[in-house]
């Protein structure tokens, strides 16, 4: 295996690698990450060119973190924020027996931070008002097709397409890659401020978040997605969300809820409303066998 730079950091809580860095996975398929029993590989964009980046823990727990590629300095100087350093649940009260039964199932998670807006900027816009399967697949296009290949020693390790890259990709090649119009507007519009939208992750909370929404397209869904995953934002719900307000209603009041309700019903969580719904998925909540699907549209054949 060829060298790249090292550095090891001993957490001082419990870890779940996988667990933690499980928002930045988008399907089992996602060409940026690669998941084997005792590590992880990720490739990433920084400001100055791709990243990869392999993490595994030795007996003790200390967190071995290799990186490759003009960029890899950056992304070992964030490896703690990566896995949650900067995260702490202290202070957080659960009101309600599900979400204290989430805590105490997630021992060894924490909010993770990449540190960088375009990546998970770039999946979240995928994902606006399509089903999980067209956006990962349009993911794995965009990376495969107009990405470039992690540096490192990893064959099959993708980075996402930098804002150069993305703008040059031509109007029919959205189209195969199965991306409409609306989000392709959004994409283009964001690559051509995307060194501005980084200065999100410094401002971050409401102010990070109303930063990424001037961009047209982008809204309060989007820019919670990329705040959860950016900066590890504790109070960013995804508003908007097909199926979110009937997770967070049956959960806590047994019945589904629009996203006025869902707010309301975690107002007791302000400033943790993002961590209170994290703990529910950890409890083992999630949509209701019988709720409403979202139809899969195929937007190459549109």
Known sequence: MSDGLTRTWRPSYPLDLVRVLAPLRRGSGDPTTRVAADELWWGTTTSIGPASLRLRK???GT???TAWGPGAQIVLDNVPDLLGASDDDTGFVAVHDVVERGRKASRGVRL?????????LVAAVLEQKVTNREAWRSWRELC??????APG???KLWVAPDPVQLRGIRDWEWH???IDGARRRTLIA???VAGRLERAVELRGAEGRELLQKVPGIGPWTAAEVAQRAWGDPDAVSIGDFHLPTIVGTALLGHPLDDEGMLEALAPYEGQRHRAVRYLGAAGVNRPRHAPRMPIRNYRTL
């Open 112 to 120: 993770c931070a990449s540190g960088r807006v375009w990546d998970v």
């Open 176 to 178: 195969r890659a199965g």
């Open 58 to 60: 030795d007996r003790t």
């Open 190 to 192: 964001a690559a051509s």
């Open 144 to 149: 495969w097709r107009f990405g470039s290949r």
């Open 63 to 65: 967190v071995i973190a």
């Open 153 to 155: 020693p990893v064959e």
